[in-house]
Nanobody, 129 residues
Framework: QVQLVESGGGLVQAGGSLRLSCAAS????????MGWFRQAPGKEREFVAA????????YYADSVKGRFTISRDNAKNTVYLQMNSLKPEDTAVYYC??????????????????????WGQGTQVTVSS
């Protein structure tokens, strides 16, 4: 079992930046791939970014490519989401998730929320225009 806690959300103006963190605790000896998802009010949860356990592969939704960067520090059991050039449409609750396999066979796997075994409680990101 692993527990995930997100932090770093908040209110920011359009064009600004935020860095989200997701700290893992519990059974962190396993090699988890990690993902970020988001859910805006009245919308389905959607994929944002993912990273393999080794950090060698990253995946992004088209809507955030070139603006968001996912990274991880396995020594600290933490994954990050650097968000730049934020837009009002980025407003959502952001969730991190852990996948026990540690890698993804395909990009579709990385984007599939049902592949993930553990989820955090989420952190609110609000981008004002």
């Amino acid at each position: 079992q692993v527990q995930l806690v997100e932090s770093g959300g908040g209110l920011v103006q359009a064009g600004g930046s935020l860095r989200l963190s997701c700290a893992a605790s519990g059974r962190t000896d396993s090699r988890y791939a990690m993902g970020w998802f988001r859910q805006a009010p009245g919308k389905e949860r959607e994929f944002v970014a993912a990273i393999t356990w080794s950090g060698s592969r990253t995946y992004y939704a088209d809507s955030v490519k070139g603006r968001f960067t996912i990274s991880r520090d396995n020594a600290k059991n933490t994954v990050y989401l650097q968000m730049n050039s934020l837009k009002p449409e980025d407003t959502a609750v952001y969730y991190c998730a852990a996948d026990s396999w540690g890698y993804f066979n395909t990009e579709s796997d990385a984007m599939n929320e049902h592949k993930y075994d553990y989820w955090g409680q989420g952190t609110q990101v609000t981008v004002s225009s």
